[in-house]
Protein backbone atom coordinates (compact mmCIF):
# COMPACT_ATOMS: atom_id res chain seq x y z
CA UNK A 1 0.00 0.00 0.00
CA UNK A 2 2.71 2.41 -0.39
CA UNK A 3 3.82 2.12 -4.12
CA UNK A 4 7.22 3.68 -5.11
CA UNK A 5 5.70 3.96 -8.98
CA UNK A 6 4.91 7.94 -8.93
CA UNK A 7 2.56 9.58 -11.58
CA UNK A 8 1.76 13.24 -12.20
CA UNK A 9 -1.47 15.92 -13.00
CA UNK A 10 -0.93 18.63 -15.12
CA UNK A 11 -2.79 21.15 -16.74
CA UNK A 12 -3.46 21.25 -20.87
CA UNK A 13 -3.65 25.48 -20.82
CA UNK A 14 -4.71 28.11 -18.83
CA UNK A 15 -8.33 27.56 -19.12
CA UNK A 16 -9.71 26.52 -16.05
CA UNK A 17 -12.65 24.62 -17.83
CA UNK A 18 -10.04 22.39 -19.22
CA UNK A 19 -9.55 18.76 -18.06
CA UNK A 20 -6.42 18.30 -16.02
CA UNK A 21 -4.24 15.21 -17.62
CA UNK A 22 -3.59 12.78 -15.05
CA UNK A 23 -1.14 10.29 -15.86
CA UNK A 24 -1.02 7.29 -12.69
CA UNK A 25 2.04 6.40 -13.37
CA UNK A 26 1.14 2.72 -12.14
CA UNK A 27 4.00 0.20 -12.35
CA UNK A 28 6.59 2.80 -13.49
CA UNK A 29 9.12 3.00 -10.59
CA UNK A 30 12.29 2.27 -11.87
CA UNK A 31 13.48 -0.71 -9.79
CA UNK A 32 10.50 -2.86 -10.67
CA UNK A 33 9.55 -2.97 -6.52
CA UNK A 34 6.02 -2.67 -7.35
CA UNK A 35 5.10 -5.24 -9.61
CA UNK A 36 7.20 -7.56 -7.49
CA UNK A 37 5.19 -6.41 -4.15
CA UNK A 38 1.93 -7.33 -6.31
CA UNK A 39 3.62 -10.84 -7.43
CA UNK A 40 4.75 -12.11 -3.91
CA UNK A 41 1.04 -10.58 -2.60
CA UNK A 42 -0.06 -13.23 -5.38
CA UNK A 43 1.84 -15.93 -4.27
CA UNK A 44 1.33 -15.45 -0.32
CA UNK A 45 -2.77 -15.05 -1.21
CA UNK A 46 -2.76 -18.50 -2.71
CA UNK A 47 -0.82 -20.04 -0.35
CA UNK A 48 -2.79 -19.37 2.42
CA UNK A 49 -5.91 -20.16 -0.19
CA UNK A 50 -4.38 -23.84 -0.29
CA UNK A 51 -4.68 -24.04 3.22
CA UNK A 52 -7.18 -26.39 5.42
CA UNK A 53 -9.78 -25.58 6.37
CA UNK A 54 -9.86 -22.38 3.72
CA UNK A 55 -9.29 -24.49 1.12
CA UNK A 56 -12.36 -26.92 1.55
CA UNK A 57 -14.68 -23.41 1.81
CA UNK A 58 -12.91 -21.28 -1.41
CA UNK A 59 -12.58 -23.92 -3.65
CA UNK A 60 -10.38 -23.38 -7.02
CA UNK A 61 -8.97 -20.13 -8.05
CA UNK A 62 -11.35 -18.08 -10.89
CA UNK A 63 -9.74 -18.82 -14.39
CA UNK A 64 -9.32 -15.23 -14.29
CA UNK A 65 -6.60 -14.87 -11.82
CA UNK A 66 -5.49 -18.19 -12.16
CA UNK A 67 -4.06 -17.33 -15.22
CA UNK A 68 -1.88 -13.96 -13.44
CA UNK A 69 1.37 -14.94 -13.24
CA UNK A 70 4.45 -12.98 -14.25
CA UNK A 71 5.18 -9.11 -14.23
CA UNK A 72 3.01 -9.04 -17.92
CA UNK A 73 0.15 -10.46 -16.36
CA UNK A 74 -0.15 -8.52 -13.85
CA UNK A 75 0.28 -5.04 -15.99
CA UNK A 76 -2.34 -6.60 -17.92
CA UNK A 77 -4.81 -7.15 -15.24
CA UNK A 78 -3.72 -4.79 -12.36
CA UNK A 79 -6.44 -2.49 -10.40
CA UNK A 80 -5.54 0.27 -8.59
CA UNK A 81 -7.13 0.93 -5.22
CA UNK A 82 -7.29 4.64 -5.93
CA UNK A 83 -7.04 6.15 -3.42
CA UNK A 84 -4.46 9.02 -4.77
CA UNK A 85 -2.86 11.55 -2.40
CA UNK A 86 0.25 13.83 -3.05
CA UNK A 87 -1.06 16.36 -6.15
CA UNK A 88 -0.56 19.35 -4.03
CA UNK A 89 3.02 19.20 -2.24
CA UNK A 90 2.97 20.91 0.78
CA UNK A 91 6.27 23.24 1.40
CA UNK A 92 7.23 26.57 1.75
CA UNK A 93 7.64 29.56 -1.16
CA UNK A 94 10.77 28.91 -2.24
CA UNK A 95 9.88 25.20 -3.28
CA UNK A 96 9.03 25.73 -6.71
CA UNK A 97 7.31 22.10 -6.65
CA UNK A 98 5.37 23.13 -3.16
CA UNK A 99 1.58 23.93 -4.26
CA UNK A 100 0.18 24.57 -0.64
CA UNK A 101 1.65 25.80 2.67
CA UNK A 102 1.36 23.97 5.65
CA UNK A 103 -1.90 25.80 6.86
CA UNK A 104 -2.71 24.46 3.35
CA UNK A 105 -3.04 27.86 1.44
CA UNK A 106 -2.25 27.87 -2.11
CA UNK A 107 0.52 29.74 -2.98
CA UNK A 108 0.41 32.96 -5.44
CA UNK A 109 -3.28 32.86 -4.27
CA UNK A 110 -5.58 34.96 -2.11
CA UNK A 111 -8.40 32.78 -0.24
CA UNK A 112 -8.13 29.38 -2.02
CA UNK A 113 -7.15 26.58 0.16
CA UNK A 114 -6.58 23.12 -0.25
CA UNK A 115 -7.82 20.86 2.72
CA UNK A 116 -7.68 16.99 1.88
CA UNK A 117 -5.56 13.91 0.77
CA UNK A 118 -3.78 16.29 -2.04
CA UNK A 119 -1.42 17.74 0.09
CA UNK A 120 -0.34 14.10 1.58
CA UNK A 121 3.20 13.04 0.14
CA UNK A 122 2.43 9.53 0.38
CA UNK A 123 -0.02 7.22 0.42
CA UNK A 124 -1.27 6.25 3.54
CA UNK A 125 -1.04 2.45 4.41
CA UNK A 126 -5.03 2.09 5.41
CA UNK A 127 -8.04 4.05 3.87
CA UNK A 128 -7.34 7.59 3.34
CA UNK A 129 -10.40 8.70 4.87
CA UNK A 130 -9.39 9.54 8.85
CA UNK A 131 -6.35 11.17 7.28
CA UNK A 132 -8.05 13.07 5.54
CA UNK A 133 -10.16 14.38 8.36
CA UNK A 134 -7.71 14.99 10.22
CA UNK A 135 -6.05 17.01 7.27
CA UNK A 136 -9.61 19.34 6.86
CA UNK A 137 -10.06 19.42 10.55
CA UNK A 138 -6.60 21.36 11.26
CA UNK A 139 -6.60 23.40 8.38
CA UNK A 140 -10.19 24.36 9.12
CA UNK A 141 -8.95 25.02 12.46
CA UNK A 142 -6.41 26.98 11.29
CA UNK A 143 -9.30 29.59 8.98
CA UNK A 144 -11.48 29.66 11.84
CA UNK A 145 -8.36 30.66 14.45
CA UNK A 146 -7.54 33.47 11.29
CA UNK A 147 -11.33 34.72 11.57
Known amino acids: MTPLSRG ?8 PAS ?3 IDTGYLTDPEGADLRVLLSGLDLARSMARQSPLAEWLGQELPATAEIEDA ?23 DPAAVVDADGRVHGLDNVYVADAAVMPIIPRANTYVPTLVVA ?9 AG
Open 72 to 94: DSVRRNCLHYFHPVGTCKLGTAS
Open 19 to 21: API
Open 137 to 145: ERITAGLIA
Open 8 to 15: HVTLPDLN
